[in-house]
């Protein structure tokens, strides 16, 4: 009869290790796709998605869809370069062929220097909506003005109408026998409170210009949130439904005045070259800061 076999810690087979740390995995099992690779040499070095986009100044979403290779939620082919460089840097490995991968998995395109030019677009968006506000306060101002030159242009008519002459009347009425029910009916009045009537009428109709009442304003209304940049930095803002509203890489001068459903998520990767106004009040972004990327919610 065989004896029974027993397994002792010596012959016992090696049981794998999930504690171990991810660099010990070795260089060949590195996946050929770019965020793919990009994912993996992170979890080697130990690195969390929100590290990296605090490093580059980017949004984690933007972390995780370079690593997904979804670039539709990423801004300008030129831009997606320069976040894949900086993140090779982060990780301390070869841009290389990281970029090599991305250039293969896309139809050929005309390579855009990130310079002056780059900025075109979003100079372009912000021109738009400065232009659009400009266009809402001047149709604001030219109906008010319309308002008042015709206000005015009423009242001079007013002024100029010649009260009625009450003389002739009274005389024709002398002339003609008084019917039977003359005696019930008033008095017709004389030229004197005719024109005393007619003025009191007309000033009650058409009150003095420097009353509350006849000087027409225009309130300007602030926006629900302005930013303003004096400097290059990443901005992203996104409203209760989760539209985006704002994301793109702002520039010396760039303003954008955002209004969404409340309530709205902002991200701002340099906070240093940004300034933000929330109901046409200055907002202080060292309370929301870390790291120099300020992110804060507006209710």
Same mark, same amino acid.
Do not use: C
């Given at each position: 009869?065989?004896?029974?076999?027993?397994?002792?810690?010596?012959?016992?087979?090696?049981?794998?290790?999930?504690?171990?740390?991810?660099?010990?995995?070795?260089?060949?099992?590195?996946?050929?796709?770019?965020?793919?690779?990009?994912? *993996?040499?992170?979890?080697? $070095?130990?690195?969390?998605?929100?590290?990296?986009?605090?490093?580059?100044?980017? !949004?984690?979403?933007?972390?995780?869809?370079?690593?997904?290779?979804?670039?539709?939620?990423?801004?300008? +082919?030129?831009?997606?370069?320069? /976040?894949?460089?900086?993140?090779?840097?982060?990780?301390?490995?070869?841009?290389?062929?990281? +970029?090599?991968?991305?250039?293969?998995?896309?139809?050929?395109?005309?390579?855009?220097?990130?310079?002056?030019?780059?900025?075109?677009?979003?100079?372009?968006?912000?021109?738009?909506?400065?232009?659009?506000? *400009?266009?809402?306060?001047?149709?604001?101002?030219?109906?008010?003005?319309?308002?008042?030159?015709? *206000? !005015?242009?009423?009242?001079?008519?007013?002024?100029?109408?010649?009260?009625?002459?009450?003389?002739?009347?009274? $005389?024709?009425?002398?002339?003609?026998?008084?019917?039977?029910?003359?005696?019930?009916?008033?008095?017709?009045?004389?030229?004197?409170?005719?024109?005393?009537?007619?003025?009191?009428?007309?000033?009650?109709?058409?009150?003095?210009?420097?009353?509350?009442?006849?000087?027409?304003? $225009?309130?300007?209304?602030?926006?629900?949130?302005?930013?303003? /940049?004096?400097?290059?930095? *990443?901005?992203?803002?996104?409203?209760?439904?989760?539209?985006?509203?704002?994301?793109?890489?702002?520039?010396?001068?760039?303003? !954008?005045?955002?209004?969404?459903?409340?309530?709205?998520?902002?991200?701002?990767?340099?906070?240093?070259?940004?300034?933000?106004?929330?109901?046409?009040?200055?907002?202080?972004?060292?309370? /929301?800061?870390?790291?120099?990327?300020?992110? /804060?919610?507006?209710?």
């Amino acid at each position: 009869m065989s004896e029974p076999s027993v397994t002792t810690e010596e012959n016992a087979a090696p049981v794998r290790d999930d504690s171990a740390p991810p660099s010990a995995a070795p260089e060949s099992l590195a996946p050929a796709g770019y965020g793919a690779r990009l994912a *993996w040499e992170r979890q080697r $070095a130990g690195l969390g998605v929100t590290d990296v986009a605090a490093t580059l100044r980017l !949004h984690p979403n933007q972390v995780r869809a370079i690593e997904q290779e979804d670039l539709t939620r990423l801004p300008e +082919l030129a831009y997606v370069r320069g /976040f894949i460089r900086g993140y090779a840097r982060v990780l301390n490995i070869d841009p290389a062929p990281i +970029l090599t991968d991305l250039n293969a998995k896309l139809a050929p395109v005309t390579v855009v220097d990130a310079g002056p030019a780059a900025d075109y677009s979003v100079m372009r968006g912000a021109v738009r909506e400065r232009s659009s506000v *400009w266009v809402i306060a001047l149709a604001l101002i030219a109906l008010v003005a319309l308002g008042v030159l015709g *206000w !005015h242009a009423t009242r001079s008519d007013a002024q100029v109408q010649p009260a009625p002459v009450a003389a002739p009347a009274a $005389a024709a009425v002398a002339a003609v026998p008084a019917p039977v029910v003359a005696a019930e009916s008033a008095p017709l009045p004389t030229s004197g409170s005719t024109l005393a009537t007619t003025q009191a009428a007309s000033a009650e109709q058409f009150p003095p210009a420097d009353s509350p009442a006849a000087t027409p304003s $225009a309130v300007a209304v602030a926006p629900l949130l302005m930013l303003r /940049f004096d400097g290059v930095s *990443w901005a992203e803002v996104t409203d209760a439904s989760g539209k985006i509203l704002l994301s793109n890489l702002a520039s010396a001068g760039n303003e !954008h005045a955002l209004d969404g459903e409340l309530p709205l998520t902002v991200v701002i990767g340099d906070a240093n070259k940004a300034t933000v106004e929330v109901r046409g009040e200055t907002l202080n972004l060292l309370p /929301f800061t870390r790291n120099n990327v300020a992110r /804060f919610t507006v209710r």
